[in-house]
């Protein structure tokens, strides 16, 4: 747990609200560009909340929605996390993706997932038949019928990747503060002066990466909130180590409308990982596990990996996504007053988080063009 002392005397640059995985990546940024960045989050250790469950992908884009800030952030993140892994010792588990197709509709838009990858710059999908399926994955069930393959999505562990992201902007002068619940805010001309629940702080710029929270956060700020959080739920399942050499590559579903589905995969950790389900619920806090679903889970798995039938189940998680009335990330700047939000970060959070930051940093650099980048950043 990172801990730094602060004082209510200073004013900084920027407020960075919510330690889940955009919060701590934009605090990296934000501090390698120069900005004297306080990081306050609710909760008493990063990942409180939607980042503290997901299923660990680093996705290239090929499915996100043609020319939208989220492929192009996912893609950027992508790209920064390879170039960085190195350096801060963070894992990757080189898989590649199958995308595969169950019954003749699935198989029907195939076409169509290969077109809109390519039409997103990843141009190294092909299609596979279900022979070639089988003999990448020879314990793949039978009736398969042909998929995609995307030999650039890849696993990684989403708790050291922010836990190094904050790590290093500490390391360089951020201030980070838990158990800070933002109670109110009020902006002058010159800087906000944000009421918490561990006092009073003050700084010039504020972003908001709050999550499930972010809605309320920005009705505290600025009186009204341009989204709202509608919490969606997702269950996974865990198998022993045991599981790990029955599948090498992510298995990925056909997507719907809703929901991208429930993936098969491998963790870095050694085990194999089945989920997300998808249900939407009121509250934003409690994630519960639920027997029906998580049987549901064990049977599409074994239905697609018939071998993972008696398998040991070694742990079951859910988590929560900050899924709005909208698919589309909620990602708004107020110049006048100094704000900024990053709303509606869902499944593709992970892989984007570092692509969001530049992002945030682009869009608050127009108007904060006095900064300097660190020369040597530890």
Known sequence: MIRVSVSDDDVYDVAVIGAGVVGCAVVRRFVLEGARVLLLERGADLLSGASKANSAILHTGFDAPENSLE???????????????????????????????????????????????????????????????LAREPHLATNVMGGVLVPREHVIDPWSAPLAYLTQAV????????????????????????????????????????????????????????????????????????????????????PTERTKGV?????????????????????????????????????AAVARVPALAGMPVTAVYAGLRPATEKKEYRVQIDKERGYLV????????????????????????????NLAPLTAPA
């Open 171 to 254: 390391e360089n002068g951020a201030n980070a503060l838990f158990g800070a619940e933002l109670k109110a805010g009020r902006r002058d001309t010159r800087h906000w002066t944000l009421e918490t629940t561990r006092g009073r702080f003050k700084a010039a710029f504020v972003v908001n990466c709050a999550g499930l929270r972010g809605d309320l956060v920005e009705q505290a700020l600025l009186g009204s909130s341009s989204f709202t959080i509608h919490p969606r739920k997702g269950q996974f399942v865990v198998f022993d180590k045991a599981a790990s050499g029955l599948i090498r590559t992510i298995l990925l579903p056909v």
């Open 71 to 133: 492929v192009a952030c996912m893609q950027a993140g992508y790209e920064e996390y390879l170039d960085i892994a190195g350096r801060l010792n963070l894992p990757l588990l080189e898989t590649g993706a199958m995308v595969a197709a169950w019954n003749e509709q699935e198989l029907a838009r195939l076409d169509s997932i290969e077109a809109q990858a390519r039409t997103n710059g990843v141009a190294d999908v092909r299609r596979m038949t279900r022979d070639e399926m």
């Open 342 to 369: 990053l709303g509606g970060i869902r499944s593709t959070g992970l892989t984007a988080a570092l692509g969001l930051a530049r992002h945030a940093f682009a869009l608050y650099r127009d108007a904060h063009a």
């Open 263 to 299: 993936v098969i995969t491998r963790t870095v950790f050694g085990n194999v990982l089945v989920g997300p389900t998808a249900e939407e619920q009121d509250d934003r806090v409690h994630a519960s596990v639920e027997r029906p679903a998580l049987e549901a889970l064990v049977a």
